[in-house]
């Protein structure tokens, strides 16, 4: 089953150091991948997605992603935290049944940048 | 600045009332999928519509919901009769879509239902 795995339900880390947050995957063919953010009482935002190409994607508010097919991993990473980046943090794939596309979404990931 | 709306932002009711719940999508985006999210089981879909047909409906309870799109600029989504566990925050989200492409999906703020 095509799948996503975020093995880490919360990340601590301290403003202005380096943060990742984990993903795995697991499909058949070339995955798409997908990384959104949840504010509190919000609904999920896109940051960035990676279909082809350059396997660092970059996106919105300074995270990138790295795509890596030997691992089967596409980890989120910002390299300087700020508080406002705590949030709750989603990764994704595409599910594709030959005539219709979906997002298979992970549990998530909690943030916690402290000052 | 376009964006998803949904009405109403938050619904309380009781056991055994009908909900509906709206949503408005982005102007133009021909996919609209709606999801629920609970702390236990996380962020699920429920159900898709590619130009207002339905294409996947596999992860709704069909018993007691049934999700539509009378127009273009409108998605519902109803629970009849509604049950305690139901209570959820619902999202819609639409987005540009085929088979070949897939842009991202734009949330709309959500429905938090609480069923009495």
């Known amino acids: 089953a095509q799948s996503v795995a975020q093995p880490e339900d919360q990340v601590n880390v301290a403003e202005g150091n380096p943060l990742t947050v984990k993903c795995t995957y697991s499909?058949?063919?070339?995955?798409?991948l997908f990384w959104y953010v949840q504010y509190p009482n919000r609904g999920l935002q896109f940051l960035l997605k990676y279909i082809t190409g350059d396997n660092l994607v970059k996106g919105s508010y300074g995270f990138e992603a790295e795509f890596n097919k030997s691992q089967t991993s596409f980890p989120l990473k910002k390299p300087s935290a700020l508080v406002s980046d705590s949030a709750l943090y989603f990764c994704a794939v595409r599910l594709y049944t030959g005539t219709a596309s979906k997002l298979t979404f992970g549990t998530g990931t909690r943030l916690q940048v402290t000052l | 600045d376009a964006r998803v709306t949904q009405t109403p932002r938050h619904k309380v009711t009781e056991m055994g009332q009908e909900v509906t719940m709206r949503c408005q999508p982005i102007?133009?985006?021909?996919?609209v999928f709606w999801y629920r999210q609970t702390m236990m089981q996380g962020l699920e879909l429920l159900a898709y519509?590619?130009?207002?047909?339905?294409?996947?409906d596999s992860g709704m309870p069909k018993d007691r919901f049934s999700a539509e799109m009378p127009d273009a600029t409108l998605a519902t989504l109803k629970i009849q009769p509604s049950e305690p566990r139901d209570s959820a925050v619902y999202f819609c989200?639409?987005?540009?879509?085929?088979?070949?492409?897939?842009?991202?999906?734009?949330f709309g703020p959500g429905t938090r239902l609480t069923v009495l």
């Open positions: 519509f590619r130009n207002r047909a339905p294409l996947d």
């Open positions: 499909v058949s063919g070339n995955p798409y």
């Open positions: 102007l133009g985006h021909n996919t």
């Open positions: 989200a639409s987005g540009w879509l085929s088979g070949y492409s897939y842009n991202e999906q734009f």
